[in-house]
């Protein structure tokens, strides 16, 4: 059974930082996109980072450019969210989730209708 588990959340103040775990279980996802998603309460879920190892290639929404870092570490098959200089706005549930394809898909990488797995989340909240 494929399963996502995410982990690293946690509570912080501004300015402050957090590392995202992404560890699949059931398979390899060593050629997938791996994507973090957030939702704050009352918003819809937005696409936060992408990685495509193949073409490596990483992906970012513009509020965490020069903040966030996706990464990954193919011995532990895992995948990163290093979040930097964080703000209050950053406040929400974290979701990562794998795509069998490349992450860009019509000229967009945050399609989450290409994402086949979903974690259950890791909330992140961030204080002024």
């Known amino acids: 059974q494929v399963q996502l588990v995410e982990s690293g959340g946690g509570s912080v103040q501004a300015g402050g930082s957090l590392r995202l775990s992404c560890a699949p279980s059931?398979?390899?996802?060593?050629?997938?996109?791996m994507g973090w998603f957030r939702q704050a309460p009352g918003k819809e879920r937005e696409g936060v980072a992408a990685i495509y190892p193949a073409a490596r290639a990483t992906y970012y929404t513009d509020s965490v450019k020069g903040r966030f870092t996706i990464s990954r570490d193919n011995a532990k098959n895992t995948v990163y969210l290093q979040m930097n200089s964080l703000k209050p706005e950053d406040t929400a549930m974290y979701y990562c989730a794998d795509s069998p394809q490349h992450c860009w898909v019509g000229g967009s990488w945050s399609k989450q209708e290409i994402y086949n797995y979903w974690g259950q989340g890791t909330q992140v909240t961030v204080s002024s």
């Open positions: 059931g398979y390899t996802y060593s050629t997938n996109c």
